[in-house]
């Protein structure tokens, strides 16, 4: 009977009578293995971030800032690491925000042969001026067409690098400081 009112007391709260305040060694076991699983899971995602995800667009970025027109050798050879021109013709525009989400789109078209649709990050200040049957030009790098202008007015799209490493690697530290927390967790 000393022993059990020594560990009530070592626990700080009362003896409960039934003892359903006892955490059972399976429940123990299983909460000691989540949060490790959840610690190594961040530990790998921290580190897939600061080792391939960051350098990764920090050298796409790079590329894109060196990148020169393309010359007619190279559009007859189909490289695409230059930046290629084509004037286009809007077919359809979407600029809708509604609650939480938001859609900006242009539908372009080539003749009557092709047609793609690309996405930007908000309306202006190319995109809520443009109107179907506008003639807009279109500049490509790499397969994707990375920014549209008309008369002199320049809208980058989503698919354009961008020099914002920041958000990756503030991604990258909080997966470190879920792993590290998850860890002291695991320890207490």
């Given at each position: 009977?000393?022993t059990?009112?020594?560990?009530?007391?070592?626990?700080g709260?009362?003896?409960?009578?039934?003892?359903a305040?006892?955490?059972?060694?399976?429940?123990?076991?299983?909460?000691?293995?989540?949060?490790?699983l959840?610690?190594?899971?961040?530990?790998?995602?921290?580190y897939?971030?600061?080792s391939?995800?960051?350098?990764?667009?920090?050298?796409?970025?790079?590329?894109?800032?060196?990148?020169?027109a393309?010359?007619?050798?190279?559009?007859?050879?189909?490289?695409t690491?230059?930046?290629?021109t084509?004037?286009?013709?809007?077919e359809?525009?979407v600029?809708?925000?509604?609650?939480?989400s938001?859609?900006?789109?242009?539908?372009l078209?080539?003749?009557?042969?092709?047609?793609?649709?690309?996405?930007?990050g908000?309306?202006?200040?190319?995109?809520?001026?443009?109107?179907?049957?506008?003639?807009v030009?279109?500049?490509?790098?790499?397969r994707?067409?990375?920014?549209?202008s008309?008369?002199?007015?320049?809208?980058?799209?989503s698919?354009a690098?961008?020099?914002e490493?920041?958000?990756?690697?503030?991604?990258?530290?909080?997966?470190?400081?879920?792993?590290?927390?998850?860890?002291?967790?695991y320890r207490?």
């Amino acid at each position: 009977m000393t022993t059990a009112r020594a560990r009530a007391h070592s626990t700080g709260r009362p003896q409960s009578k039934d003892g359903a305040d006892r955490r059972s060694p399976g429940r123990a076991r299983f909460m000691g293995v989540l949060l490790i699983l959840m610690s190594l899971i961040s530990a790998a995602a921290c580190y897939l971030v600061f080792s391939w995800w960051l350098p990764s667009d920090s050298e796409r970025y790079q590329d894109y800032r060196v990148a020169e027109a393309c010359s007619s050798r190279a559009m007859e050879h189909g490289q695409t690491d230059c930046l290629s021109t084509w004037h286009l013709t809007v077919e359809k525009t979407v600029n809708k925000t509604s609650g939480k989400s938001s859609t900006y789109e242009a539908t372009l078209k080539y003749r009557d042969s092709w047609r793609a649709t690309v996405s930007f990050g908000n309306p202006g200040p190319l995109l809520e001026r443009l109107a179907p049957g506008d003639q807009v030009t279109a500049t490509a790098w790499r397969r994707d067409i990375v920014a549209l202008s008309k008369n002199g007015v320049r809208q980058n799209t989503s698919e354009a690098p961008r020099d914002e490493l920041q958000m990756n690697a503030a991604i990258g530290v909080l997966a470190a400081l879920v792993a590290a927390q998850t860890a002291l967790l695991y320890r207490t």
